[in-house]
């Protein structure tokens, strides 16, 4: 099992930026895949980027394409999420996930370890 905190949420104007950190212990080495989800209040839980640990791919949703950017550092067992151009309907918590698996995957049944999640609240 891995353990995964995320930290950086806030709030901020619409058109700043923020970036969200997940620090992963335990059981790293069986994660492949990390992933940023977010649920916006009243709505299902979203798939909004992954990142695989050893080759660097990334997969983002068509929503934050472009504005968004994961990266990783090995070195820290932390998995980041830059997220600039923010808007309001970017407000959500957001968690950060790991999957165990050599495939991408958007779907939140495809992770195993979630974070408590962190709150982003982006005002207009």
């Known amino acids: 099992q891995v353990q995964l905190v995320e930290s950086g949420g806030g709030l901020v104007q619409a058109g700043g930026s923020l970036r969200l950190s997940c620090a992963a212990s335990?059981?790293?080495?069986?994660?492949?895949?990390m992933g940023w989800f977010r649920r916006a209040p009243g709505k299902e839980r979203e798939f909004v980027a992954e990142?695989?640990?050893?080759?660097?791919?990334?997969l983002y949703a068509d929503s934050v394409k472009g504005r968004f950017i994961i990266s990783r550092d090995n070195a820290k067992n932390t998995v980041y999420l830059k997220m600039n151009s923010l808007k309001p309907e970017d407000t959500a918590v957001y968690y950060c996930a790991a999957k165990v698996g050599p495939y991408e995957a958007t779907s939140p049944a495809d992770f195993t370890s979630w974070g408590q999640g962190t709150q982003v609240t982006v005002s207009s």
């Open positions: 990142l695989s640990w050893s080759g660097g791919t990334t």
């Open positions: 335990g059981r790293t080495f069986s994660a492949d895949y």
